[in-house]
């Protein structure tokens, strides 16, 4: 077969290059990569590529034997560094590189397209030519309502997956499961347990599986270990069908060293800094991008933008915002290099993300942005024309360490720890949240959820009950682990299944259905949603009974208020004096001690009369009895 190369061919109009060269151009995987095409009547690919400091580059592949000669793009004449180049008869599927020569420094390079749509199976580098536009989308009842969806007065619970182990083919030598395998038995677990989002561990193309997706090579191609592109669109628009939305986790902080990839790209430093202070990272050993760059911003813009348009991802969580933000992140003085002021900030990494932000919310205003940010840096998800980041939410990281912390302790020892239950409750509305109980908190020797739990088996779970019900009361979306929502002894381990036979046992079930129960009454009542992000929908009624590890409080909305009483002592308390707001009767709606959920009381409607006395600043008082290690609900009737 002939492979005719012509260059008469171009995807990028004036306008294109002018905002590349601008640096605004959002949508250049429109424009670079390698895209299916007619020319007159031939068909074939037009290949674009970025690489200004290139002497010569060709594109040598399975279909013309990986010839170096064969096949040579011409580099376009208006200084824009863009080589370009239409080859025939390139058949879908093919594996490709760029062969890529700089004479400055005399070095040949095999590069992987960082535009590619589809790649190889890692240990395989190359990337394949690929037709995305082939597929036929079925949602779009679930875009047209996703604004509300997405709203911030809409309950927002996020179930955490990581594809390649949620569920193994354990008896077919332990393999993945395909996009549409995990699509079909995930949706379905998902509607069974109220979860309104699922977040995949990233999913752009990675070579080290260990990583777990987190060193990524390939930021337009999903990976190639579960299926094809179109097995990914299948996997989203089956989540669509059953309602639920998909939130990528993306990382725009570094990249991967690997020869094939990003660095060194056209024998310089194009995507990271040269120096190594701004340029690596020490803690991850991978490339850091530089943010100062115009065509750096946009590559990254782009990627955001291509999974929101091509894949009609609902959201994206931005992945270690805190390293980007800090030039002195994870180094020692003298290993980091000032900005121009003298300061700490990266300031190109400023100006990326408030891009970033900027540009979703012009083209996807009911898409959710996510930063995983763990300093006080100020307005995370403040408007940026406020000088704010522009993120929807922020990962509220305090409250995952201070209660993880404050749960560990053994209920004795409690009350001295007290600020460790109460402080989160101080910042809550600075900015707006989602509580992540995520998979950073179960690996590297961190023990599961269930495992940070003092005490014998049954105090164990009724521990780990107690603070899921805080969790689901607590202003902010949620987010939880797979594995979390029934307890898994094991740490989390990237390359087997989760340990699903412990459902077989009533702890675990129970563990279950108390998550169910919560992301239910979490959906259902108001109280505990429409103020995730209000300071109207809080208000506490005591916050400061530290020797009895008691604290209560209510949540709010237009028309309802819940009473939240949580007793985090072993002991029960007996006629414990708690004021409300109103006189009449109040049902109990929810008690994390219920033998529903394998905990110790039966399964009840309890009624609570007011009496009228003041107590906690309050006109009326009930008394109530709080069992041990117990979250209850209480709802006025």
């Not at 010569?56 to 560094?81: C, M, Q, T």
């Not at 270990?225 to 902080?253: C, E, K, N």
């Amino acid at each position: 077969m002939t492979h005719e190369m012509y260059y008469d061919v171009s995807l990028f109009s004036e306008l294109d290059i002018y905002l590349f060269k601008e640096g605004t151009h959002t949508q250049l995987y429109k424009h670079l990569g390698a895209h299916p095409m007619m020319r007159e009547d031939e068909a074939g690919v037009y290949f674009a590529l970025w690489a200004p400091n290139a002497e010569d580059v060709s594109v040598r592949g399975d279909f013309n034997n990986y010839d170096i000669h064969a096949h040579k793009l011409k580099k376009r004449e208006d200084n824009s560094g863009i080589w370009e180049g239409f080859i025939t008869a390139v058949p879908q599927g093919c594996s490709y590189k760029y062969h890529i020569f700089t004479a400055t420094q005399n070095a040949n390079a095999d590069k992987a397209d960082p535009y590619a749509f589809y790649a190889e199976i890692a240990p395989h580098s190359a990337s394949r030519v690929w037709d995305i536009a082939n597929f036929q989308w079925s949602d779009e009842k679930w875009l047209t309502k996703r604004q509300k969806q997405n709203s911030q007065r809409v309950p927002i619970s996020v179930y955490e997956v990581h594809l390649g182990s949620w569920r193994r083919k354990v008896e077919e030598d332990n393999r993945f499961l395909t996009y549409e395998e995990s699509a079909l038995a995930l949706a379905r677990y998902l509607k069974e347990m109220h979860f309104t989002h699922v977040e995949l561990l990233p999913i752009t193309e990675y070579p080290f599986v260990g990583s777990w997706g987190y060193q990524a090579s390939g930021y337009f191609a999903p990976t190639a270990r579960y299926g094809s592109p179109q097995d990914f669109m299948t996997f989203v628009d089956i989540m669509h069908a059953h309602d639920i939305g998909v939130i990528l986790d993306w990382v725009p902080s570094h990249f991967v060293t690997d020869g094939h990839g990003l660095m060194n790209f056209d024998g310089t430093c194009l995507y990271e800094h040269a120096d190594p202070r701004k340029g690596y990272h020490p803690q991850w050993g991978s490339a850091i991008f530089n943010y100062d760059r115009n065509e750096v911003r946009e590559f990254l813009i782009s990627s955001a933008m291509f999974w929101l348009e091509m894949y009609h991802i609902d959201g994206i969580r931005v992945d270690a915002v805190a390293s980007m933000l800090y030039l002195n992140y994870a180094r020692e003085d003298g290993e980091w290099i000032p900005n121009e002021f003298g300061g700490d900030l990266n300031l190109g990494a400023i100006k990326f993300l408030q891009q970033l932000n900027k540009t979703i919310e012009a083209f996807y205003s009911d898409a959710m942005i996510f930063a995983e940010e763990s300093t006080n840096f100020n307005k995370v998800t403040g408007a940026v024309d406020e000088g704010g980041l522009g993120f929807d939410y922020k990962w509220n990281m305090g409250w995952m360490h201070d209660i993880l912390k404050y749960m560990k302790n053994d209920p004795i020892h409690r009350q001295y720890h007290h600020k460790d239950l109460t402080f989160s409750f101080v910042y809550v509305y600075n900015e707006n949240y989602i509580l992540p109980l995520s998979h950073d908190e179960v690996v590297h020797m961190k023990g599961s959820l269930i495992n940070k739990m003092p005490g014998d088996n049954n105090q164990k779970f009724a521990n780990l009950r107690a603070m899921y019900a805080l969790m689901f009361a607590h202003p902010g979306k949620k987010l939880l682990f797979m594995g979390g929502e029934f307890a898994q002894f094991a740490e989390w381990h990237y390359e087997q299944s989760l340990d699903w036979h412990l459902l077989d046992y009533a702890p675990h079930q129970g563990i279950k259905n108390l998550i169910k129960t919560l992301n239910t009454l979490y959906r259902s009542e108001p109280a505990l949603y429409e103020g995730d992000t209000s300071p109207d929908g809080f208000e506490w009624i005591d916050e400061n009974d530290a020797q009895a590890n008691v604290i209560t409080f209510m949540r709010k909305s237009h028309d309802d208020t819940i009473i939240v009483i949580c007793n985090f002592s072993d002991k029960t308390h007996t006629d414990y004096p708690i004021g409300l707001p109103q006189e009449g009767e109040y049902v109990e709606i929810f008690n994390s001690q219920s033998a529903d959920f394998d905990g110790w009381e039966e399964p009840r409607t309890r009624r609570i009369h007011t009496i009228k006395k003041t107590q906690h600043g309050r006109d009326y008082m009930a008394h109530v009895t709080l069992g041990s290690l117990s979250v209850i609900y209480l709802k006025k009737v």
